[in-house]
């Protein structure tokens, strides 16, 4: 049998035999025969293969026992920070670098956070145990020694918090901006109170509208006739300002101002004593007018139907809790205070309103006059009964916004059996009507009967408003003029997209929409464009504290 002998000084001289053993030099202990030292005679020296292996044997040992006090460095340093130590392991063993360890032990915790089917939320107790802020978060992880994984749990689990209460403030913010435009500013509310109580004190103020030698005017078809229907003295003494200002012939304009009976005294008063250059001006109240039975009827049913459909819009709108931002502030939009007002949906009796008239340009109240548009009673209709803007841009297959899927409920048989999706709607605001084409028509009726089809199937056919009736009542009927006469949309956020240039070359800018110039929560820059014309040299004004 053969065996190996190591002497204390090393292995030096080593000789392999088969045969009996001898003693090495130096001391050293008894080596078989046949595994001689240097001096051995080359013929005698044969060197097997397992020469080497004690060597290697002894280099491995080494190696492995400094791999394994380095495995148990890095498992002990890993658990303080890793969620995953075999991983950990892998990279920091193999020469992974600590940053590059970090990123893809992150990125690893932060999918697994991502497809959580727990919204994201994984072991985190509830929303109240969450960290308030990133200070808090870097606390708390420290504290508890938290490993990357609950790091992403719960980050995510904060920054979802966040994001409802960023949604949640956005929509009570969209709220109370649509609540501040249904109110009447005090200043506004006074200007009313002081003119009223000056129409009642004042002979002046009473004086007649127009003066008498202009009376005949009222009825002259050969003038250009524009017709306001408003229950807001500011807003109508712009509307006129504005239309006067702008005028190569301001000689030729006369003014037909309808209001309710409550505004009657304090709108005559204002224009009586505020008189105007050149132009005429009637104010008339709603209780001046001596309609037929039937016409009584028929605008009591339409503002009853109007009434229902807003109230249904309302009540559609608190079962619904509404979850989508953008839905819940386009809701809110459609309930305006002109949702029922009589004055908003009368415009389409102008015709009985003005029985001898034949053409006329309609304004509403907020909208503000920078161009002259003398042409407008001079432009062909084409035997249309209403010209009107579309958005600019709105082409024969092409129309950025305000079209008939904005208005309408395309969901019911009778609205996708009747109208387009796609179909540009016309601008509600600056029109032009020939009164004597639509004495010839039945659009009044066609409305009515829309109403009335409204009324019977649950009130779901539109949007709360005048114009998508009117849309279909008007089916046929409507002529396109050129966008530039009219921009509408200055009452919403939107407008800001329009640039400067637009505004100004726009014959007409309307202020539609709940941020109406005459309230704090519109842009002051667009809002100068009508505060321009408020007459603040007027003492009511100054008194009442409205500022221009």
Not at 125 to 142: A, G, H, I, Q, R
Not at 327 to 340: A, G, M, N, V, W
Not at 443 to 471: C, E, Q, R, V
């Amino acid at each position: 049998m053969m065996k190996f002998y190591i002497s204390a000084t090393g292995i030096k001289k080593l000789t392999i035999s088969s045969s009996t053993a001898v003693t090495s030099g130096g001391g050293g202990v008894g080596l078989p025969v046949g595994m001689k030292g240097k001096g051995s005679p080359p013929g005698s020296r044969r060197i097997s293969h397992r020469t080497l292996l004690l060597p290697a044997v002894l280099v491995l040992g080494l190696l492995l026992s400094l791999l394994f006090f380095r495995i148990t460095f890095i498992m002990l340093e890993s658990a303080a920070f890793c969620s995953f130590p075999i991983g950990c392991l892998e990279w920091r063993v193999f020469d992974g670098s600590d940053s590059t360890l970090l990123r893809e032990e992150l990125m690893r915790a932060l999918l697994e956070a991502t497809s959580d089917g727990d919204n994201g939320v994984g072991g985190i107790e509830s929303s109240t145990s969450l960290p308030s802020s990133f200070n808090d978060l870097v606390k708390d992880m420290s504290s508890n020694g938290q490993d990357i994984k609950a790091f992403a749990f719960k980050t995510k689990a904060m920054i979802m918090k966040m994001e409802q209460l960023v949604e949640s403030a956005r929509q009570h913010e969209s709220i109370s901006w649509h609540l501040a435009s249904h109110g009447v500013p005090k200043g506004i509310h006074c200007l009313s109170l002081k003119l009223a109580e000056d129409y009642a004190e004042n002979a002046a103020a009473r004086s007649r509208l127009p003066s008498p030698q202009y009376v005949s005017r009222l009825t002259d078809t050969s003038f250009h006739h524009v017709v306001l229907l408003t229950d807001n003295v500011l807003a109508a003494s712009v509307v006129v300002s504005s239309t006067i200002k702008s005028s190569s012939i301001p000689e030729r304009l006369v003014f037909h101002i309808v209001t309710d009976k409550k505004t009657y005294t304090a709108m005559h008063a204002w224009f009586a004593v505020n008189s105007i250059n050149l132009a005429v001006l009637e104010v008339r109240g709603l209780h001046q007018y001596d309609w037929s039975h039937e016409v009584n009827i028929g605008i009591k049913e339409m503002i009853e139907i109007h009434r229902l459909i807003c109230s249904h819009k309302l009540d559609s709108m608190k079962r619904g809790n509404i979850a989508n931002g953008k839905d819940h502030e386009k809701d809110l939009q459609h309930l305006r205070p002109s949702c029922t007002s009589l004055l908003n949906h009368l415009r389409i009796y102008i015709p009985e309103l003005f029985p001898d008239l034949n053409k006329i340009v309609f304004l509403d109240d907020d909208t503000v006059v920078q161009h002259d548009l003398s042409s407008l009673w001079e432009l062909d209709l084409n035997g249309k009964v209403v010209g009107a803007a579309f958005d600019s841009g709105c082409g024969d297959d092409y129309c950025p916004g305000r079209k008939y899927k904005d208005y309408f409920n395309f969901t019911s048989p009778i609205i996708s059996s009747k109208l387009d999706y796609y179909r540009c709607g016309w601008l509600y605001g600056m029109n032009v009507f020939d009164l004597q084409a639509w004495r010839k028509t039945s659009i009044t009726a066609t409305y009515h009967h829309w109403l009335k089809l409204s009324l019977n199937s649950g009130f779901d056919l539109w949007n709360p408003g005048a114009l998508p009736p009117s849309l279909i009542a008007f089916e046929g009927h409507v002529h396109r003029i050129d966008p530039s006469w009219h921009i509408a949309g200055l009452g919403y956020r939107s407008i800001m997209n329009v640039t400067e240039s637009v505004l100004e070359d726009v014959a007409v800018v309307h202020f539609s929409g709940p941020a109406k110039p005459w309230l704090e929560i519109g842009n002051p820059e667009i809002r100068s464009l009508w505060s321009r014309h408020v007459n603040m040299s007027n003492k009511f004004i100054r008194k009442c504290g409205i500022m221009g």
